[in-house]
């Protein structure tokens, strides 16, 4: 038998689909389909899924077992860019969300770390954090967009509209919903880590609207606590148990790591495009979700732990049901889909090192410890200064104030710390006076680091670690952080009719999405993008579907 029977059944299934979608192609065209514009609400609506920690292969791995209406509307009846990977080093939640939505690295849009040390505040603060607001429960500071050095699609969008067009974000985690969304978002939505309510804070407006505090108050999030999560096979993934005894952020850890999360997170969204009217305006309207939980399940387990192909196709399942519902309620022929990811992850250093490839775990406290052991040793021999404020295996944040205390200038720290760096371990490193001269050499590598300069954060270094090297936390497994490819290769990927469906392999970067998308709009692309148009996979105005 040349083909087993469910490569047969794929081919099959497969073809049915790309003739419907191509019938559905040349009904439009007979219609009279135009070059879309937002200001005539064509699209009516445009829907950007960005899955944390979603690394480039992923849909390659799973492919065989995907379902028909998920990601196999990107794979197979879209345009999807196989070869796509950031140009930067600092590969974190925070700056891959910004670059997303801005299309700029960080030395355009400024953020380069998911924290940094806030001098006028003098302590670290996460991205985003911002006192001028408040959260909407009243528990402390709220989180605003207002840390952005450059506006992103949604802003051009509402600038293009006169503000007609309506722009959501929404998130587990306040970063991927606060820079996404923009300066002019609507609203911008994250979860109580404590709980899994909904917030927001005051930036957006000062009381929830009536549907999302019912919402809160009807128990929904509660009743994902003691789920089990099986895979398609049925055996048991794992289990959502509650705690005897509350802690802090319980919800977020415990449940933001099941699919159960993915639900929540999807649910939220359809009723934000039925609350909010989503898709019924005067001009294209635009919904940002980024599911959190894949990025949790693998700090805690790593890409290659059984659990997370099981948590792929879940999120397969959830997608197709998702837009299953935005085609009945809009039509998907009035939407485009688009997809990405915020970075990729590198492999768990125990499983890379049972396969004989050069690894180390560095522990965040241990590998802290040792650089600011070497910096007493140069400038406080016998003495135990605090010449860090924190540390990973990429960011290095130090004690300015112990630095000048010292009379050691901040180019001359950041050097130190650099060198000290090297002693344990590190291949190199780049400071930040270096990089805001602009001085790196002309190499892959040093392109990177300069598109990961932020005027942000005081005295910083940036190391370049070996590869399969990664600074965890206690209980962690893997992470990201790095410029090797694990780390930048994410998916872009589209679906819709202006997008002619194939497997694109030509060079592409995350920040060649809105530049896609601004120019098939016919809005402006933000203020300091840096993408390209991915013309390749356009469909021409008047071209029959084939």
Same mark, same amino acid.
């Given at each position: 038998?040349?083909?087993?029977?469910?490569?047969?059944?794929?081919?099959?299934?497969?073809?049915?689909?790309?003739?419907?979608?191509?019938?559905?192609?040349?009904?439009?065209?007979?219609?009279?389909?135009?070059?879309?514009?937002?200001?005539?609400?064509?699209?009516?609506?445009?829907?950007?899924?960005?899955?944390?920690?979603?690394?480039?292969?992923?849909?390659?791995?799973?492919?065989?077992?995907?379902?028909?209406?998920?990601?196999?509307?990107?794979?197979?009846?879209?345009?999807?860019?196989?070869?796509?990977?950031?140009?930067?080093?600092?590969?974190?939640?925070?700056?891959?969300?910004?670059?997303?939505?801005?299309?700029?690295?960080?030395?355009?849009?400024?953020?380069?770390?998911?924290?940094?040390?806030?001098?006028?505040?003098?302590?670290?603060?996460?991205?985003?954090?911002?006192?001028?607001?408040?959260?909407?429960?009243?528990?402390? !500071?709220?989180?605003?967009?207002?840390?952005?050095? !450059?506006?992103?699609?949604?802003?051009?969008?509402?600038?293009?509209?006169?503000?007609?067009?309506?722009?959501?974000?929404?998130?587990?985690?306040?970063?991927?919903?606060?820079?996404?969304?923009?300066?002019?978002?609507?609203?911008?939505?994250?979860?109580?880590?404590?709980?899994?309510?909904?917030?927001?804070?005051?930036?957006?407006?000062?009381?929830?609207?009536?549907?999302?505090?019912?919402?809160?108050?009807?128990?929904?999030?509660?009743?994902?606590?003691?789920?089990?999560?099986?895979?398609?096979?049925?055996?048991?993934?794992?289990?959502?148990?509650?705690?005897?005894?509350?802690?802090?952020?319980?919800?977020?850890?415990?449940?933001?790591?099941?699919?159960?999360?993915?639900?929540?997170?999807?649910?939220?969204?359809?009723?934000?495009?039925?609350?909010?009217?989503?898709?019924?305006?005067?001009?294209?309207?635009?919904?940002?979700?980024?599911?959190?939980?894949?990025?949790?399940?693998?700090?805690?387990?790593?890409?290659?732990?059984?659990?997370?192909?099981?948590?792929?196709?879940?999120?397969?399942?959830?997608?197709?049901?998702?837009?299953?519902?935005?085609?009945?309620?809009?039509?998907?022929?009035?939407?485009?889909?688009?997809?990405?990811?915020?970075?990729?992850?590198?492999?768990?250093?125990?499983?890379?090192?049972?396969?004989?490839?050069?690894?180390?775990?560095?522990?965040?406290?241990?590998?802290?410890?040792?650089?600011?052991?070497?910096?007493?040793?140069?400038?406080?021999?016998?003495?135990?200064?605090?010449?860090?404020?924190?540390?990973?295996?990429?960011?290095?944040?130090?004690?300015?104030?112990?630095?000048?205390?010292?009379?050691?200038?901040?180019?001359?720290?950041?050097?130190?710390?650099?060198?000290?760096?090297?002693?344990?371990?590190?291949?190199?490193?780049?400071?930040?006076?270096?990089?805001?001269?602009?001085?790196?050499?002309?190499?892959?590598?040093?392109?990177?680091?300069?598109?990961?300069?932020?005027?942000?954060?005081?005295?910083?270094?940036?190391?370049?670690?070996?590869?399969?090297?990664?600074?965890?936390?206690?209980?962690?497994?893997?992470?990201?952080?790095?410029?090797?490819?694990?780390?930048?290769?994410?998916?872009?990927?589209?679906?819709?009719?202006?997008?002619?469906?194939?497997?694109?392999?030509?060079?592409?970067?995350?920040?060649?999405?809105?530049?896609?998308?601004?120019?098939?709009?016919?809005?402006?692309?933000?203020?300091?993008?840096?993408?390209?148009?991915?013309?390749?996979?356009?469909?021409?105005?008047?071209?029959? !579907?084939?």
């Amino acid at each position: 038998m040349l083909f087993p029977p469910q490569a047969v059944n794929y081919c099959r299934m497969k073809t049915i689909l790309q003739r419907t979608f191509a019938v559905l192609l040349v009904c439009l065209a007979l219609a009279g389909f135009a070059p879309a514009s937002a200001y005539d609400a064509q699209p009516k609506l445009v829907v950007i899924i960005i899955i944390d920690q979603f690394r480039g292969d992923y849909l390659d791995r799973v492919h065989g077992q995907l379902g028909q209406g998920g990601f196999r509307l990107f794979t197979d009846l879209g345009a999807h860019f196989v070869n796509c990977n950031y140009n930067y080093a600092n590969t974190e939640t925070g700056p891959g969300h910004a670059t997303l939505f801005t299309g700029a690295y960080s030395d355009g849009h400024g953020v380069f770390a998911n924290e940094w040390w806030d001098g006028a505040r003098k302590k670290m603060v996460p991205v985003g954090s911002d006192d001028t607001v408040k959260l909407l429960d009243g528990t402390g !500071a709220g989180f605003s967009p207002r840390v952005l050095l !450059a506006d992103t699609i949604g802003d051009e969008l509402k600038l293009s509209t006169d503000n007609k067009s309506r722009v959501f974000a929404i998130s587990l985690k306040p970063r991927a919903a606060v820079l996404p969304g923009g300066y002019t978002a609507n609203a911008a939505y994250w979860v109580d880590a404590d709980n899994g309510h909904w917030q927001t804070s005051t930036y957006y407006m000062n009381a929830l609207p009536d549907w999302v505090a019912k919402l809160n108050a009807s128990g929904k999030a509660e009743g994902y606590w003691n789920q089990e999560w099986k895979n398609a096979s049925g055996k048991v993934m794992g289990n959502a148990r509650k705690p005897a005894k509350a802690g802090i952020a319980d919800w977020y850890n415990i449940v933001g790591k099941t699919p159960q999360a993915n639900d929540y997170e999807l649910e939220f969204a359809r009723d934000i495009i039925e609350r909010e009217k989503l898709g019924e305006g005067p001009t294209t309207d635009l919904l940002i979700v980024s599911l959190s939980a894949n990025d949790l399940l693998g700090h805690a387990l790593g890409p290659n732990a059984p659990q997370m192909p099981a948590m792929i196709l879940a999120t397969d399942r959830q997608l197709s049901s998702f837009f299953s519902f935005i085609g009945q309620r809009i039509g998907l022929a009035n939407v485009w889909l688009a997809l990405s990811s915020d970075h990729g992850v590198g492999p768990a250093p125990e499983y890379a090192a049972s396969l004989k490839i050069p690894a180390a775990d560095v522990r965040f406290k241990k590998l802290g410890e040792q650089v600011n052991a070497a910096l007493n040793a140069r400038f406080s021999p016998g003495k135990n200064v605090s010449y860090l404020r924190a540390f990973s295996v990429t960011n290095v944040f130090l004690n300015e104030d112990a630095f000048t205390a010292a009379k050691i200038k901040e180019e001359d720290a950041e050097h130190a710390a650099g060198e000290a760096l090297k002693q344990v371990g590190m291949r190199g490193y780049y400071t930040r006076s270096q990089l805001a001269r602009g001085e790196a050499p002309n190499t892959a590598e040093g392109i990177q680091y300069l598109h990961s300069y932020s005027p942000y954060g005081g005295w910083w270094v940036l190391s370049v670690p070996p590869p399969f090297t990664v600074s965890l936390w206690e209980g962690g497994q893997a992470t990201h952080g790095t410029p090797y490819f694990y780390d930048t290769h994410v998916p872009v990927a589209f679906f819709g009719l202006p997008f002619e469906p194939g497997t694109y392999r030509t060079h592409c970067e995350p920040v060649d999405m809105v530049a896609t998308l601004a120019s098939l709009l016919g809005i402006n692309a933000p203020s300091k993008e840096v993408g390209r148009v991915l013309t390749e996979a356009l469909r021409q105005p008047g071209r029959s !579907a084939q």
